[in-house]
Nanobody
Framework: QVQLVESGGGLVQPGGSLRLSCAAS????????MGWYRQTPASQRELVAA???????NYVDSVKGRFTISRDNAKNTVYLQMNSLKPEDTAVYYC??????????????WGQGTQVTVSS
């Protein structure tokens, strides 16, 4: 009954920018940590960035200084602003969140993924 819906992926040239969004909907009491992961056919899924309810964030070293994660708790939405994109950022990006439903236990949810391609 909980869904994470991502948007904002696409094709961009090296050095360009994209903004990913992920909105959580359904039976939600509270949302804890939200994050973005990415995966290519040749690699395992890796954490790109995560943000807690209070706004504390962490990033994988390869995106520090280029990507910014943020969230709007009122909208149950997390964003990933990606600047100075490189071809090696090409991947499917997945939204992830720890969500507590009303009267239920915390559970981890994934979005369906959105493709980001950085190419000239």
């Amino acid at each position: 009954q909980v869904q994470l819906v991502e948007s904002g992926g696409g094709l961009v040239q090296p050095g360009g920018s994209l903004r990913l969004s992920c909105a959580a909907s359904g039976s939600i009491f509270s949302i804890y940590t939200m994050g973005w992961y990415r995966q290519t056919p040749a690699s395992q899924r890796e954490l790109v960035a995560a943000i807690t309810t209070s706004g504390s964030s962490n990033y994988v070293d390869s995106v520090k200084g280029r990507f910014t994660i943020s969230r709007d708790n009122a909208k149950n939405t997390v964003y990933l602003q990606m600047n100075s994109l490189k071809p090696e950022d090409t991947a499917v990006y997945y939204c992830n969140a720890d969500i507590v439903p009303p009267g239920g236990k915390r559970h981890n949810y994934w979005g369906q993924g959105t493709q980001v391609t950085v190419s000239s």
